[in-house]
């Protein structure tokens, strides 16, 4: 009897194929490309109000200095470096999900933002930034007609 082997796909390459739509989502939108070797990529949650929208993304143990947040009409790019994890003497990791390295994220957004009027915060590893929606996306005003014929 023969047998096959199947194996699913492993967890690197589900990152690997992560990174390729990210880049591919990057050459769509109007940021600037940079040459970021990534890591690992945060997982992202992308909310709507009337007003903006908020883009919250996980980043555990995140150097401030090295977050770049880039922001055009239709999309948001993350990128950074997470820092290493520094333990008390005596102390080893016997295992870890945490990611460390550097990381980039783009975002596309369904309508245009107001660039200059982006604001991000970082509270225990979730990283906000408020994405302001552009007037013309808050009061547009969308007129439907009725149609009263009927085909037969």
Sequence with gaps: ????RYSFPGFEQIQQIQRQFDQAFDELTDLTQ????????PSV????????????AIIPNLDKNELDIEVAKNGVAISGKTLETELPEGHKINYSEFPEG???????????VVQADVK???TDGILTVTLPKAP?????????????E???
Aim: aromatic residues 8%; glycine residues 0%; charged residues 20%.
């Design 136 to 148: 013309e996306v808050i009061n547009r005003v969308v007129k439907v007609n009725l149609n009263t």
């Design 45 to 56: 949650q992308l909310e709507e109000t009337p007003e903006q929208y908020i883009v919250l």
């Design 34 to 41: 940079t040459e970021v070797s990534t890591d690992w990529t």
């Design 1 to 4: 009897m023969l047998l096959t």
């Design 102 to 112: 550097q990381f980039r994220r783009v975002v596309s957004l369904p309508e245009a």
């Design 150 to 152: 009927t085909q037969s």
């Design 120 to 122: 991000a915060e970082y």
